[in-house]
């Protein structure tokens, strides 16, 4: 027993709905999203407050560093003194 045909078959009909499909696929445009800089804004603050909880509250190296330099009775002079102080208008902006 031999089955020929089953239902209807219209190659025409079963070109014409690929090129349909395949245009609707060409046609559509890849998902995108649209963030708002307020958004932006915010996920910047919430990745930078992350960082700080993460990091450790007291570098004991530079507490060291600090604790010698200070222990040396020659390090606090004119010199040191201006420098900090220009650094510190220059981080307030003045």
């Known amino acids: 027993m031999t089955i ?3 239902g209807p078959s ?3 009909n079963n070109i ?3 090129n349909k499909v395949q245009e609707t696929q060409q046609k559509s445009s890849p998902d995108s999203i649209k963030v708002s800089k ?3 804004s915010k ?20 507490v ?5 330099k200070l222990e040396d009775p020659n390090y606090i002079n004119d010199k040191v003194i201006n420098s900090v ?6 981080d307030f902006g003045l």
Do not use: Q
């Open 38 to 40: 307020s958004a932006m």
């Open 10 to 12: 219209d190659p025409v």
């Open 4 to 6: 020929n045909k089953i």
């Open 16 to 18: 014409n709905k690929k």
């Open 43 to 62: 996920s910047e603050l919430i990745k930078a407050s992350t960082i700080a909880k993460n990091a450790p509250d007291i570098r004991a190296n530079r």
């Open 85 to 90: 102080a220009d650094k510190i208008m220059e």
């Open 64 to 68: 060291a560093e600090v604790k010698a």
